[in-house]
């Protein structure tokens, strides 16, 4: 009985799952004008001083922005503000006990690693910590929208790179990282396609030798219809957390051959920022690597 009836449950599965993507606003048209490039001020986080106990710079997103306006690289009026990610949006790919999970102030603290948020009210954990989170999972959605149309998109912000669903799994990825650093992520490494590992003290030319030999094994290897790259810069010299020792230069030369990688293919391509930004020098690199794209 079990059996005849799973193939009708996974159906009915599906049509909701699809009913829920096509009736999302996630997904507006933007008008020509404007860059791909995506950017919420509701992106930073800031809670009475709390979020400066995770390692991760929570306010990097508007500072980013910031330089890049000031600095004459970005006109504000060209960037798209995304809409927030919806309950509906979000059960495109959570379930409704994950969902449910967050609304227990308790648990949100053990999820983002900061212990003292589980002592608020979860109304003001949900205005200052998780709708800036589904605000840019609604940036990434659109960016990735606005890679089909015009080849490439950033969202800068996103990058959320150690959740899952349930699990993970259904695509292909390369992985470049430091296996001996913050958060470790032995879970994650299990899903993983190609991983290559990127030892501390790891300078910038090796990096790239091993870049090359790896976009050269991917391209070889998967056909993807979209290539979601997450472009962190923990990896930057001097970074506390990433422990390698790449140059700005380097960090831009990253960029640049992920999207040739990507454009030589035609396959469209959404970065996301991820990783710390933890010096001010850090922004300067955005001058470099913003040639790359516009």
Known sequence: MSSSSSPSVTTDAETLKRNRILSSKLYFDIPIFKLPLIYSPDYDISFLGIEKLHPFDSSKWGRICQFLSSEGFLDKNCIVEPLEASKEDLLVVHSESYLKSLQSSPNVSIIIEVPPVALFPNCLVQRKVLYPFRKQVGGTILAAKLAKERGWAINVGGGFHHCSADEGGRVYILDMFNPGIYPRDYEARRFIDQKVEVVSGTTTNEYLKKLDEALEVAGHTFDPELVIYNAGTDILEGDPLGMLKISP??????????????????IPIVMLTSGPITSEKVLALWSIRFHVFV
């Open 249 to 266: 230069d380097g960090i831009a030369a990253r960029d640049e051959k992920t999207f040739r990688f990507a454009r030589s293919r035609n």
